[in-house]
């Protein structure tokens, strides 16, 4: 069965860096967008960014320069470098598998927490 997992979230001072990891299993992860979400407190979820199957990388303009989404296909995994973080950062991350002719996503991980606060 699919399986996303999470790892890497913290608590992190203002201008700090994380990078987020998600072990995938169960399909042929190389040939599928992946995407990480975030959902902010108190708010709905919010996209963040997606990696196709050839690398090529998207963002929302509130991360642009600042995170880095990036796969290794030998490995299964996707990650997330986020840097020069900001507490408007702080929320619990997904990455979860898109389904690119609609843009829904069929499978979500558990999520992994980012605080970013002094």
């Known amino acids: 069965q699919v399986q996303l997992v999470e790892s890497g979230g913290d608590l992190v001072q203002p201008g700090g860096s994380l990078r987020l990891s998600c072990a995938a299993s169960g399909f042929t992860f190389s040939s599928y967008y992946m995407s990480w979400v975030r959902q902010i407190p108190g708010k709905g979820l919010e996209w963040v960014s997606d990696?196709?199957?050839?690398?090529?990388?998207y963002y929302a303009d509130s991360v642009k320069g600042r995170f880095t989404i990036s796969r290794d296909n030998a490995k299964n995994t996707l990650y997330l470098q986020m840097n020069n973080l900001k507490s408007e950062d702080t929320a619990l991350y997904y990455c979860?598998?898109?389904?690119?002719?609609?843009?829904?996503?069929?499978?979500w991980g558990q999520g992994t927490q980012v605080t970013v606060s002094s």
């Open positions: 979860a598998k898109l389904i690119a002719a609609t843009g829904g996503y069929d499978y």
């Open positions: 990696i196709n199957s050839g690398s090529s990388t």
